[in-house]
T-cell receptor
Framework: DVKVTQSSRYLVKRTGEKVFLECVQD?????MFWYRQDPGLGLRLIYF???????EKGDIPEGYSVSREKKERFSLILESASTNQTSMYLC????????????FGEGSWLTVV | ELKVEQNPLFLSMQEGKNYTIYCNYS?????LYWYRQDPGKSLESLFV?????AVKQEGRLMASLDTKARLSTLHITAAVHDLSATYFC????????????FGTGTRLKVLA
C-alpha cells in the first residue's frame, strides 16, 4: 500500500512563528504536492515538485515556501504564520505521467492564534 | 478562468435511491479524477478516467467522462449509508501539467 505520511496531525502555532510541515512518501513518486483545504473552497494547490530540488508555484503560494532535498520528502514552510493560514494542509504524491493516481496523506490541521 | 464546478453541492438521499453528481470543467484536460473524503479524513482515490467515453464502476458507484462536453458524472446506484461522504472531482489544467484543479465537493448524506 502506498503511504503518504504527514508528521504532524494537529498543530497550534502563534502568529509570526515559523512553521514546518513535513511529508514523506514511500513509493518513489516523482511528484509531490501541498494543498490546503478550506470549507467552501475545496482544495487549492500551494506548491508542487516534480523532482528533487525542483518546485513550481501553485495557485496560492504567497506566504509559503517548500523544500525537497530528498525524493521521498517534501516540506512546506510558513515563514511567518498568520491567522489566515489556519487550515487543513494535505500532502500528496504521484508518479510522473498524466493520469496517474494521486495519493493523499492524512492531513495536518494547523491553527494559528 | 479555469473552473471545476460540481453540482449539487449538498445531497441528502434515502437509502436504495439512485442519484448522479455532475462535474463540469473548463480546462482542456482529458483526464479526470474522482475522490472520496470522510469527515476529518484525507482523500481516497475512487476513479481515474483517462479518455473520452471512459466508464469505470466500483460497487454502487459508476463514473463516466465526456471530454467534448467537459463533463463527468458519478452515478450512485441503490445508495447505502456507508456512501455518506464528500465527493470531489479534479482535472489537470492541461494534460501533463500536474496542476490539478479540484471542485468544491459534493457532500452526500444517505439517510437510513
Amino acid at each position: 500500500d502506498v503511504k503518504v505520511t504527514q508528521s504532524s496531525r494537529y498543530l497550534v502555532k502563534r502568529t509570526g512563528e515559523k512553521v514546518f510541515l513535513e511529508c514523506v512518501q514511500d513509493m518513489d513518486h516523482e511528484n509531490m504536492f501541498w494543498y490546503r483545504q478550506d470549507p467552501g473552497l475545496g482544495l487549492r494547490l500551494i506548491y508542487f515538485s516534480y523532482d528533487v530540488k525542483m518546485k513550481e508555484k501553485g495557485d496560492i503560494p504567497e506566504g509559503y515556501s517548500v523544500s525537497r532535498e530528498k525524493k521521498e520528502r517534501f516540506s512546506l514552510i510558513l515563514e511567518s504564520a498568520s491567522t489566515n493560514q489556519t487550515s487543513m494542509y494535505l500532502c500528496a504524491s504521484s508518479y510522473r505521467g498524466s493520469g496517474n493516481t494521486i495519493y493523499f496523506g492524512e492531513g495536518s490541521w494547523l491553527t494559528v492564534v | 478562468e479555469l473552473k471545476v464546478e460540481q453540482n449539487p453541492l449538498f445531497l441528502s438521499m434515502q437509502e436504495g435511491k439512485n442519484y448522479t453528481i455532475y462535474c463540469n470543467y473548463s480546462t482542456t484536460s482529458d483526464r479526470l479524477y474522482w475522490y472520496r473524503q470522510d469527515p476529518g479524513k484525507s482523500l481516497e482515490s475512487l476513479f481515474v478516467l483517462l479518455s473520452n467515453g471512459a466508464v469505470k464502476q466500483e460497487g454502487r458507484l459508476m463514473a463516466s467522462l465526456d471530454t467534448k462536453a467537459r463533463l463527468s458524472t458519478l452515478h450512485i446506484t441503490a445508495a447505502v449509508h456507508d456512501l455518506s461522504a464528500t465527493y470531489f472531482c479534479a482535472v489537470d489544467r492541461a494534460s501533463g501539467t500536474y496542476k490539478y484543479i479540484f471542485g468544491t465537493g459534493t457532500r452526500l448524506k444517505v439517510l437510513a
